[in-house]
């Protein structure tokens, strides 16, 4: 697995050659880009590659409402918020205020910060109260990109809150190609591995998974 262009990909000579000859960022996004990369966790963050993909997907799909599940500074959750129409709506998920503070300035510069409706507590309970306020089948776009060993959880939602036709992405879903063979105490590749097996047999998706990033699986609702 190459891995993301920032970090485990960052000497890849193809790979490198992909994001110089493919990637059209938008100057604020690479503003944001540059200053997460002053995390010492910046290995969290989707890569470039990797969010164009999920904008282009954003925008054939004609996507107005999306959720992230797992915003960390807001990398994607910008670049959802640049995708969708002036009147899209992006849920972002988050627990960690200092993380949410990073991304705040640079919506704000981007004219989106009316489109993100930003959660700040456990992604779970957010996507319970989207459902219990009658949002089920109203969203068009979810990545899922939290804690994994709740991604389960986060999918069964998910599909709840999608509509036919809509997409929910899963991030990590190799997990450094860890899953090929889980150790017996890793309950995070256990619970991945797990997850990619539900999904490779479950009737109510079509699917792609992709060895982009960190492994992106796509699941389009039948
Ligand atoms: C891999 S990072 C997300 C990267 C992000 N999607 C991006 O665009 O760069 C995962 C994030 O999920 C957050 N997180 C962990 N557990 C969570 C939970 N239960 N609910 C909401 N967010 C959670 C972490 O604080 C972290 O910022």
């Excluded at 998910?158 to 860890?178: C, E, M, P, T, Y």
């Amino acid at each position: 697995l190459i891995g993301k262009s920032h970090s485990k990909g960052k000497d890849n000579p193809v790979l490198q050659y992909v994001v110089k000859n493919s990637v059209r960022e938008p100057p604020v996004m690479e503003k944001l880009r540059l200053k997460t990369m002053e995390d010492p966790w910046n290995i969290m963050m989707v890569p470039p590659e990797q969010v164009q993909l999920m904008a282009n997907l954003i925008k054939l799909i004609k996507a107005n409402k999306t959720i992230e599940v797992g915003m960390y500074t807001g990398y994607n959750t910008l670049n959802m918020a640049l995708a969708i129409p002036e009147d899209g709506k992006v849920v972002a998920c988050e627990i960690k205020e200092e993380y949410v503070n990073i991304g705040k300035p640079f919506f704000k510069e981007a004219g989106v910060e009316d489109k993100v409706d930003i959660r700040l507590q456990p992604a779970l309970k957010t996507l319970d109260e989207l459902l219990a306020a009658g949002e089920a089948e109203t969203f068009d776009f979810v990545f899922i990109d939290a804690d994994k060993t709740n991604y389960d959880n986060y999918y069964e939602r998910s599909l709840q809150l999608v509509r036919k036709g809509g997409i929910i992405a899963i991030d990590n879903v190799l997990w450094s190609g860890r899953v090929v063979s889980p150790a017996e105490d890793d309950i995070t590749s256990q619970a991945l591995d797990t997850l990619n097996k539900k999904l490779h047999k479950d009737e109510r998706i079509d699917l792609s998974m992709l060895t982009v990033g960190d492994g992106l699986t796509l699941a389009f609702k039948r």
